[in-house]
């Protein structure tokens, strides 16, 4: 099964950080992109940040530039999320995902999901 598996998220107090992993099969992890979507209660999901996993072009949306970095294992088929500055507004349920289109990413309608994960920001 072409599943994507998540860690990390959790509670923490606005400023402060979280790591989000994500592990995805070997075919999955060369579809081309993967990254990171979220989703706050049933509002539509927003694209945050990707990588291509072969050149390791990053994009990110506005709401997070400046504070999340994504990076890649590839020796391990894994992404990263590494989350500073939290802020409450960025509390949401975190995706991975991974698609052939980098932009269907981004818009939220990958291909491949991971199951998700709360990070919660308090103020």
């Known amino acids: 099964q072409m599943q994507l598996l998540e860690s990390g998220g959790g509670s923490v107090q606005a400023g402060g950080s979280l790591t989000l992993s994500c592990v995805a099969p070997?075919?999955?992890?060369?579809?081309?992109?993967m990254g990171w979507v979220r989703q706050v209660a049933s509002e539509k999901r927003e694209g945050v940040a990707r990588i291509v996993t072969r050149t390791s072009s990053k994009l990110y949306s506005d709401s997070v530039k400046g504070r999340f970095t994504i990076s890649q294992d590839n020796a391990n088929n894994t992404v990263y999320l590494q989350m500073n500055n939290l802020k409450p507004e960025d509390t949401a349920t975190y995706f991975c995902?991974?698609?052939?289109?980098?932009?269907?990413?981004?818009?939220?309608?990958?291909?491949?999901w991971g199951q998700g994960t709360q990070v919660t920001v308090s103020s």
């Open positions: 070997e075919s999955v992890y060369n579809t081309k992109c």
């Open positions: 995902a991974a698609d052939p289109s980098c932009g269907l990413l981004m818009s939220g309608r990958a291909t491949y």
